[in-house]
């Protein structure tokens, strides 16, 4: 029975060699297993079958952007991956209270980072005494100094500031409102946010420098204008809105001389301010966003002193204050109304010498020119605007009258733009001063306050 | 600051990528101060805030250019009072408005338009006497684990411990998400452990139960030490630190995070940084 047993086990393992043999008799001539085709493929290539694996082919790997999307490699020894780990395994979070629990730091860069690397200019001044233009660019948080005649060359990709002020000491940041003393050129830069302050730099001053001067203003902060005759010092402040009226040497902690604000006011997000001494009058432009206020808090207001439910959105408008108004005091009038063509105006300037008042209009791409007489739902004397001009989203404005000039600091291309004073309609600027290449977007990202992700169109989406 | 807007990007967008649309301009009724922003799926939404108008604005989800809002919440009847921030629920139909100007929550319908009333208000003001925290802004809505976390900022007491940088949005409280009148929370998330201060918009992963927080630490501060985004569980409690967090430093370029979403497909957070006026993508598998 065993020797039976033998004997099958013999011829099953002979059979298998049998086969095997077979096989490989008609697979060698071929070349391949994969048959005749891919055997001619190969032979083409100057290649022979041999039965064995054989380089057929490199193609390279698609090559890896240094900030695109891919998993870090960490070593395994790494404590901080490890504790990753450990954390990854629990299903769900569960409960701890106290204080025993260590953090997990992880150390990682950022996959992909959204940033516009140039200048966003947004507020804009001549200094004439000293031939240069200065910009306030909101992006990268630098007042930059140009020559007046500066003018970027179509093929330039830039033109470089003569000086920069830049850096965590001088305290600008989302730094919105500007003005250049006539005198001796210093410059006057207003934060907007929650550094809340005014800081004042020497004409010369460049670099990570600390302010000469600085006094404290409320959060949003934005425009300003000084009388000069009187060294008054006058700043808009979005909400509460407020004008707040200064000594132009303010420092520290120093109060305001006098406030205009007040649910009589019509102040509804106010944004530029020009001053026409000649006539004793402050213009102000407004976004038309607005609430009430309660009584009885007439200097400095706060959040908590609305009344809720009682905002509304008005039309914007400029409106027209006697230049010693203070307190809950009326316009004396209203530019307002949908033949004045504003949307969302900013900063404006008043040509006391021609009695023009101009807006720089950033929702509707225009400058916009008004008397300093008119009032109501009047159509502007003028209009800039048209592809030609390059004004986009223009949120400064300068009449340089010593030149017959007008300066425009667009933040929707990177660029400020120079045209004659009274140019009107579709014209092209005189000169340019561009801070990014000719096509470059400006992404206009300031203050992200936060940000969502559409699960739908796989995009994030960014307000300011 | 000068210009007010929402910019719409692809999600793989880096660098200096051009926006896919922008919604801006006087339609619009948009204003600066949108300290948090949502996206709805259900309904293909977008909400924010109009803080100066006291107002809530839901566009439609492809909204581009100066295109005005589909809905707007505002009148007398909404108590609506500077409302700088908000959450929607799509699981329970809500939008939530937490009003550090009137210490409370008000909760309204996701569909609510015009001058209409809140749903709930919760109540969380100090002067209700059950906690020394009144709400700050930061909401997230947890409608897996029904609870519903804000942001708070500690009212002065000599007893409890204050932060370096003073008192101002320090504190996480976990309510019931239905809670409303002058409910108490369910936990208090707080102490100098946390490393919490001046928290800006929080996010929820409900799948986890984490509670996602971005951190600037100091607004007044250009460039502050100790920012960061942290991950606490919404079953915790007391001086924990987070359980996991990228601090802001050179190495990862994070300087002053703002905002904060949550991209559970790619398992992604995007952060907001109003120093760098930038938008950064970390990827996160720990919370997803």
Not at chain 1, 1 to 6: P, S, Y
Not at chain 1, 314 to 322: C, F, H, L, T
Request: charged fraction near 20%; include cysteine; aromatic fraction near 6%.
């Amino acid at each position: 029975m065993k020797q039976a047993n033998r004997l099958q086990r013999k011829f099953a393992a002979a059979a298998l060699i049998s086969v095997l043999a077979a096989t490989a008799l008609w697979v060698l001539p071929a070349g391949t297993a994969e048959g005749p085709e891919f055997a001619t493929a190969t032979d083409a290539r100057g290649r022979r079958g041999t039965g064995y694996p054989q380089l057929v082919s490199v193609e390279p790997l698609p090559e890896m952007e240094a900030d695109g999307e891919m998993c870090q490699w960490v070593p395994a020894s790494s404590q901080t991956r490890l504790a990753a780990l450990l954390q990854e395994q629990r299903p769900a979070a569960s409960a701890s209270s106290g204080s025993a629990r260590t953090s997990v730091t992880l150390e990682r860069p950022a996959l992909r980072v959204i940033r516009d690397p140039f200048p966003t200019y947004s507020a804009v001044a001549v200094d004439a005494r000293n031939n240069e233009i200065v910009l306030q660019d909101e992006n990268l948080f630098q007042i930059m100094v140009y020559d007046r005649m500066a003018n970027t060359p179509p093929t330039a990709s830039l033109t470089e500031p003569k000086r920069v002020i830049r850096g965590p000491a001088t305290q600008v940041e989302f730094n919105c409102g500007l003005y250049i003393d006539p005198k001796n050129g210093d410059i006057y830069s207003v934060s907007n946010d929650a550094l809340r302050t005014v800081a004042v730099f020497s004409r010369n001053a460049r670099g990570n420098v600390r302010p000469d001067r600085q006094f404290s203003v409320p959060i949003r902060s934005y425009g300003i204008a000084v009388a000069e005759a009187s060294e008054e010092l006058f700043l808009t402040v979005q909400a509460p809105p407020m004008v707040l009226v200064h000594h132009k040497y303010a420092q520290g902690k120093d109060k305001p001389l006098r406030v205009l604000t007040g649910n009589k006011t019509g102040l509804a997000d106010p944004h530029g301010i020009g001053l026409d001494t000649t006539n004793g009058l402050i213009f102000v432009s407004n976004y038309g966003n607005v609430a009430e206020y309660k009584d009885g808090r007439e200097l400095l207001r706060r959040d908590e002193d609305t009344v809720p439910g009682s905002g509304k959105f008005e039309p914007p408008s400029i409106a027209v204050y006697p230049l010693k108004a203070s307190g809950n005091a009326p316009p004396l009038r209203t530019v307002q109304g949908p033949n004045t063509q504003l949307n969302w105006p900013s900063h404006l300037y008043v040509d006391e010498k021609h009695g023009e008042v101009y807006v720089a209009n950033d929702g509707d791409d225009s400058i916009l020119v008004f008397r300093v007489t008119d009032s109501g739902n009047v159509a502007p004397t003028r209009v800039l605007k048209g592809p030609k001009t390059q004004v986009q989203n223009p949120a400064g404005v300068f009449v340089d009258t010593v030149n017959d000039e007008l300066v425009v600091a667009n933040m929707g291309n990177h660029r400020a733009t120079v045209y004659h004073r009274t140019a009107q309609g579709d014209t092209a600027p005189i000169r340019t001063i561009r801070a990014a290449a000719d096509g470059l977007p400006a992404l206009q990202i300031v203050n992200p306050g936060s940000v969502a992700y559409d699960t739908k169109r796989d995009e994030l989406l960014v307000p300011n | 600051m000068a210009h007010a807007q929402i910019a719409i990007f692809a999600r793989l967008a880096k660098g200096g990528d051009a926006p896919q649309r922008v919604i801006f301009g006087q339609a619009t009724k948009l204003n600066r101060n949108m300290h948090a922003i949502r996206y709805g799926r259900t309904r293909d939404e977008i909400y924010v805030t109009n803080q100066f108008a006291q107002a809530i604005l839901t566009f439609r989800g492809g909204a581009n250019g100066q295109e005005p809002p589909l809905r707007i919440i505002q009148g007398p009847k909404t108590l609506l009072n500077n409302p700088g921030t908000l959450e929607i629920d799509e699981v329970n139909n809500e939008i939530l408005v937490p009003q550090p100007a009137s210490e409370n929550v008000l909760v309204f319908p996701l569909t609510a338009n015009g001058d209409v009333p809140p749903l709930r208000i919760l109540r969380a003001g100090h002067k209700n006497g059950w906690t020394p925290a009144r709400p700050a802004g930061g909401i997230a809505v947890d409608p897996v684990h029904n609870v519903l976390v804000i942001v708070g900022t500690v009212v002065a007491n000599d007893n409890v411990w204050h932060t370096p940088h003073g008192d101002n949005r320090e504190s996480l409280l976990i309510f019931d998400r239905l809670a409303q009148g002058d409910a108490k929370p369910l936990r208090v998330i707080r102490g100098p452990n946390t490393g919490m201060h001046t928290i800006r918009q929080i996010e929820i992963q409900p799948k986890g139960g984490w509670i996602v927080i971005s951190q600037m630490t100091a607004g007044e501060i250009a460039e502050p030490e100790g920012t960061f985004v942290g991950v606490w569980s919404i079953h915790d409690q007391g001086d924990l630190p987070p359980r996991w967090k990228i601090e802001g430093k050179p190495g990862n370029g994070m300087k002053k995070p703002h905002g904060i979403a949550l991209d559970p497909k790619h398992k992604e957070v995007v952060v907001a940084d109003m120093r760098l006026n930038a938008i950064l993508t970390f990827y996160f598998p720990e919370i997803f």
